[in-house]
Nanobody, 128 residues
Framework: QLQLVESGGGLVQPGGSLRLSCTAS????????LGWFRQAPGKEREGVSC????????YYSDSVKGRFTISRDNAKNTVYLQMNSLQPEDTAVYSC?????????????????????WGQGTQVTVSS
């Protein structure tokens, strides 16, 4: 059974950093696109960042470009999201997702949210 478990969320002051981790089990993640999504209360889910199976292709939403970095370690079946210069508007539940690309681009999957497997999410709160 495919499972995704996120960790690393918490409370951080504006300007601070956090690193989220998502560990996959029940499948070999090398062939899967992995992504991070977030949803704040009253807002639609946003595709924050996604990465191809090899790690060679990445996508970032405009709202996090230059501040967040996605990476993956296929040996550990884990994807990371390094978040720097956090701002209150980054407050949300962050979830990871996984799916095979089926000929779609990483960007398309991230923008559309075309993932069939989701984690439970981890809360990130940016506040002074």
């Amino acid at each position: 059974q495919l499972q995704l478990v996120e960790s690393g969320g918490g409370l951080v002051q504006p300007g601070g950093s956090l690193r989220l981790s998502c560990t996959a089990s029940g499948f070999t993640s090398d062939y899967y696109v992995l992504g991070w999504f977030r949803q704040a209360p009253g807002k639609e889910r946003e595709g924050v960042s996604c990465i191809s199976g090899s790690g060679g292709s990445t996508y970032y939403s405009d709202s996090v470009k230059g501040r967040f970095t996605i990476s993956r370690d296929n040996a550990k079946n884990t994807v990371y999201l390094q978040m720097n210069s956090l701002q209150p508007e980054d407050t949300a539940v962050y979830s990871c997702a996984a799916d095979r690309p089926f000929m779609a681009t990483v960007q398309r999957m991230c923008v559309k949210g075309d993932f069939g497997n989701w984690g439970q999410g981890t809360q990130v709160t940016v506040s002074s």
